[in-house]
Structures are given as structure tokens and as C-alpha cells.
T-cell receptor, first 113, second 114 residues
């Protein structure tokens, strides 16, 4: 069975601090896809990134970066120089062919001014 | 703007009633997913349709049903509503039949059952 764990339920940081959100997944498949979504206080779910299991290169997009490590089954998300607008719930998700999306429980990030 | 449209955005109704939530997927997307998010809860997968056919079922109650129409819009019907059905219901669409492509979510329909 597939499973996504986000052990950090809530994180609070002060603006401009760096913060890393952890995501650990379980799957028996060799081909799978990993995702991160952001849910700001307004409620909508915003797609951030998709990564396939064969691409372990880290990715950077502005202040956001993702570290994918198959050896530890982790797909962690780092926000550099956090801002108040980064306050949201962040969901990690896993999917593959023949299976449905499995979302983690989410991590609530609060960035304080 | 994800391109996925959900209506209504807010709905307040009483226990025992029936409501219908509507979703229009992004242009070109054939897959529609429905998720339920209760207060401070994660995303619970309900059901998925692909090109009009039910493809996968999750934790969907028997009181709930859904369908996808030939124009690809989808409706989620919730009947005999209970207080515990109060939640944010999301529709998402994807170009893929099976879970390789990202899901694009609508803004959700917030259902309050009184």
C-alpha cells in the first residue's frame, strides 16, 4: 500500500528564516510521482511541483527548493527566507499508474512577522 | 486560476437534505476527482471519473453519488445529509487517466449542514 507521512503537524518560524517541510513516502512501485501542494488560508489548493521517481535532481524555483532522495524515500521542501505569504498548509502527495493519489496529512506553516 | 470551476462556493443546508455540487474541469482534462476535506483534516479521496466512466472509488459513503457527463463536467450528489458531512469538497482534474499527471483543483465548495 502507498503511504505519505508528514511528521511535522505544525511549524512556526519568523519571517526570513529558512524552513524545511519533511515528506516520507512508501511505495513498492519503481515508477511513481511525487507532488507538493499549498493550501493558503483562502482554502484553494495550489500545485507546486511534480517529480517522477527517475529524476532525483534537486529543483529550485525562486525561494522554493525540493530535495528528492530515493534512498531515504523522502521528498523534502525548503522555503528560503520565508515570508508571511508562505503561511499555509502544505501537502505532499504520491501517485503512480494504477493507483490513486495519496496525500499526506499536511504541515501547517505559520510565518510570523 | 487553475481552470477548474466549482459551484456553488458556499452552501448551507439542513440535516436530511440533498445537495448537488458541480465541477467543470480544465479544458482538455478527461479525469475528474472528488475530495472531501473536513475541518482541520486532510484530503479524503471520494471518487474519480475518466471520460465519463467511473475509474476509482475511495471512501465515498453510500449516501453520496457522482457522475461525469458527456461534456466532462461532473456532479457530486450528497443526500440524507448529516452534521458530519459539513466539509470543503474539492474537485480536481487531470489530463491523465491514471495518477501520473498533476491534479488541478477548483476552489472548493464549502458545505455547512445545520
Amino acid at each position: 500500500a502507498q503511504k505519505v507521512t508528514q511528521a511535522q503537524t505544525e511549524i512556526s518560524v519568523v519571517e526570513k528564516e529558512d524552513v524545511t517541510l519533511d515528506c516520507v513516502y512508501e511505495t513498492r512501485d519503481t515508477t511513481y510521482y511525487l507532488f507538493w501542494y499549498k493550501q493558503p488560508p483562502s482554502g484553494e489548493l495550489v500545485f507546486l511541483i511534480r517529480r517522477n521517481s527517475f529524476d532525483e535532481q534537486n529543483e529550485i524555483s525562486g525561494r522554493y527548493s525540493w530535495n528528492f532522495q530515493k534512498s531515504t524515500s523522502s521528498f523534502n521542501f525548503t522555503i528560503t527566507a520565508s515570508q508571511v505569504v508562505d503561511s499555509a498548509v502544505y501537502f505532499c502527495a504520491l501517485s503512480n499508474y494504477g493507483q490513486n493519489f495519496v496525500f499526506g496529512p499536511g504541515t501547517r506553516l505559520s510565518v510570523l512577522p | 486560476d487553475s481552470g477548474v470551476t466549482q459551484t456553488p462556493k458556499h452552501l448551507i443546508t439542513a440535516t436530511g437534505q440533498r445537495v448537488t455540487l458541480r465541477c467543470s474541469p480544465r479544458s482538455g482534462d478527461l479525469s475528474v476527482y472528488w475530495y472531501q476535506q473536513s475541518l482541520d483534516q486532510g484530503l479524503q479521496f471520494l471518487i474519480q471519473y475518466y471520460n465519463g466512466e467511473e475509474r476509482a472509488k475511495g471512501n465515498i459513503l453510500e449516501r453520496f453519488s457522482a457522475q461525469q457527463f458527456p461534456d466532462l463536467h461532473s456532479e457530486l450528489n450528497l443526500s440524507s445529509l448529516e452534521l458530519g458531512d459539513s466539509a470543503l469538497y474539492f474537485c480536481a482534474s487531470s489530463v491523465e487517466r491514471e495518477g501520473a499527471g498533476e491534479l488541478f483543483f477548483g476552489e472548493g465548495s464549502r458545505l455547512t449542514v445545520l
